[in-house]
Structure formats: structure tokens, C-alpha cells
């Protein structure tokens, strides 16, 4: 039998990705629109666990769409990996007569959410928000288009340094293991080499072969991008390499850290996040729980979040080949 849906919960986990305030706010005014109330929990599964928890209207969420960040905030929990926290999660959830939850976050998030499914039975949707882009079963992640226009703005500025002081910049960017931000920014960025995950023919004599060659075709600088999951050596060991065997190279390393996290979220985060919690409240109203909003030629589709969780998600290979052929 369909269970009655009276009340919404929504948090935010994990690692901020502008855009999530977009979601919560779509959230919260979808379920105003069905006639339900919504409520915000502070701080993810933390908040969750400390009962921590606000009621949440049309006007709670006003002037939050352009706001980077979460003004839920999020913390770890090591608590609620424990099944006896999550016993304690459950029953505020029951107390405060939450009927569903909305997680907006990333693998470890809907990892919490799927417990909370499969050991009470609770229903539970899924936002990506992540930057990293590195969800299975989306085109796009929340925060990952902000994040790339962060990245390419900073590459463009290091570009006109490396210029100026014939200079190899070795730019890290952030995507753990998943390669998506430091392949679109390093073609955006026009970058002489891309380093990523998924290229599992990188080493470091290749590095130093398309150096040669930017050398012998001219060029007086180059701009290289580390994504920082596993290369096989850390961005550091690489620049010792390139000085100890091409000391030619006026080599500078530009971590690009945290700051790709920040700042106001793009229109286009805007509008996926707006879209996103909107399909998150229309799959509760529908009895579908359990599942990811994602999005796919850019309409809004439900993934089990067991395939959601799914590692062998695969970057574009037409972006490998591209990025081969106009960084010579």
C-alpha cells in the first residue's frame, strides 16, 4: 500500500557543490505546491542524528538560487555509518513525522540514504551534487558547471602569466578519481597536455615527449592539467621530474584546491539544481523512492541508486580523442 505522504524532509551531504541552495529551494517550494511540508536538516546525517531540523516555507529559501554553497551546511557523521546510529537517525525522522527524505550529495551520501532504505524500509530520493561529475546514471552532477567556469577563468589567468615569463604551469584540479573536470577545463583552458584517471597510458616519459614537441613547434609556454586522482605520481614529483631532466623549464605548480568548490553557481547549475528538486518531491508524490533524480539529454530521469552507486561510470571518449587532437 502507497504510504501517505504529509512531510518532506531534505539535507545536504558531503563535499558543498554550488547549486545545492538551488535544490533545496526547488524542494522546498515543490512541496508547496502539493500542499506537504518540508523540512530542513542542518549539517547532513549529523543533524539528522542531533535532531537538528528547521521547518521550511516559500520565503525560508528566498534570495538562496544565486548563493554558493549550503545554508543547510553539511559534516561528516561517523556515527550514522553505525547501525545503532542509525537506529537514532531513524527515530528522528519518525519523531519529527518526516515521511520521505531528499538527500542532495554524492556516492557516500546515497550510500546513507540507501541504509536508511533497505534496514526501515524509509523512503529516500537523490540529488547529485557533487563537482566531481563522477555520479553513475547522469549527464551532469550539481556543481560541476560552476565548477569547470571556475577552473578555465583561473587557467585563462595562468596562461597570461606563463606567457609573459616563457613558463610550464602544472595546473591540479580537483575530481578525485574521475577525470571530467580537468578534461573539458584543459580543453576549454587550451591546454598543451591533460592528465587523467582514465588515461591509462600515462606516464611520465609521455609528458615529457609532448613537451619536446610543443618546444619544437614553437611554442614558448605551456599549461598542463593534473586532474588529482591517481597518475601515478603527485603533481610535486612531477615538476621535480620535469627540472631534473628538462631544465629548460621554468616549471611552476598552481593548485587550484578549494576554491572550485566556491562561488555563485552558474545559470546552468541553477536550472539543473531547480529541475532536480522538482523531480525529487514528483518521484516521493509518486510513490518512487529509492531512486536518483538524474538528468539525460537534458530531462529529468530516475536510477536506482544502487546503479547510481555503480564505479564503471565512463568518461566521453569523443573528449579523449578531441583533447589529442587540438592540444598539438
Known amino acids: 500500500m502507497a504510504k501517505k505522504i504529509n512531510k518532506i524532509g531534505v539535507l545536504t551531504s558531503g563535499g558543498d557543490a554550488p547549486g545545492m541552495n538551488a535544490a533545496i529551494r526547488a524542494v522546498v517550494r515543490a512541496c508547496d505546491n502539493y500542499g506537504v511540508g518540508c523540512v530542513g536538516i542542518y549539517e547532513g546525517y549529523r543533524g539528522l542524528m542531533e535532531d537538528n531540523m528547521i521547518e521550511l516555507g516559500p520565503r525560508s529559501v528566498a ?14 557523521c561517523l556515527e ?5 546510529g542509525r537506529v537514532i537517525a531513524h527515530a528522528n525522522l519518525i519523531k519529527n513525522n518526516i515521511d520521505a ?18 534496514e526501515f524500509n524509509f523512503p529516500v530520493v537523490g540529488i547529485p551534487g557533487t563537482i566531481d561529475n563522477d555520479i553513475n546514471g547522469t549527464d551532469y552532477t550539481i556543481g560541476y558547471d560552476t565548477a569547470l567556469n571556475t577552473v578555465v577563468e583561473a587557467i585563462d589567468k595562468i596562461r597570461d602569466t606563463a606567457s609573459s615569463h616563457n613558463r610550464l604551469f602544472l595546473v591540479e584540479v580537483m575530481g578525485r578519481d574521475a577525470g571530467d573536470i580537468a ?12 592528465l587523467i584517471p582514465e588515461k591509462k597510458d600515462f606516464s611520465i616519459q609521455r609528458l615529457i615527449e ?15 592539467v593534473v586532474a588529482e586522482g591517481k597518475t601515478g605520481m603527485s603533481i610535486m614529483e612531477m615538476r621535480d621530474y620535469v627540472n631534473e631532466h628538462r631544465p629548460e623549464y621554468d616549471v611552476r605548480v598552481s593548485v587550484l584546491g578549494h576554491m572550485q568548490r566556491g562561488g555563485s553557481p552558474t545559470c546552468f547549475d541553477r536550472v539543473l539544481a531547480s529541475k532536480l528538486g522538482v523531480a525529487a518531491v514528483d518521484a516521493i508524490m509518486s510513490n518512487k523512492t529509492n531512486v536518483m533524480v538524474g538528468v539525460s539529454h537534458r ?3 530516475y536510477v536506482d541508486l544502487n546503479v547510481a552507486l555503480n564505479k564503471n561510470r565512463k568518461l566521453d ?3 579523449l580523442r578531441v583533447a589529442d587532437i587540438v592540444s598539438k
Open 183 to 194: 578534461i573539458s577545463a584543459g580543453i576549454g583552458g587550451g591546454a598543451e597536455e591533460i
Open 317 to 319: 571518449t569523443e573528449l
Open 210 to 224: 609532448s613537451l619536446d614537441h610543443s618546444h619544437e613547434t614553437g611554442k614558448t609556454s605551456s599549461i598542463v
Open 101 to 118: 527524505l531528499v538527500v542532495i550529495g554524492g556516492d557516500g551520501s546515497f550510500t546513507g540514504a540507501l541504509k536508511l532504505n533497505d
Open 80 to 84: 550514522f555509518i553505525q547501525p545503532e
Open 299 to 301: 530531462n529529468p530521469i
Open 63 to 76: 534570495n538562496t538560487i544565486n548563493r554558493g554553497g549550503t545554508f543547510l551546511r553539511s559534516a561528516r
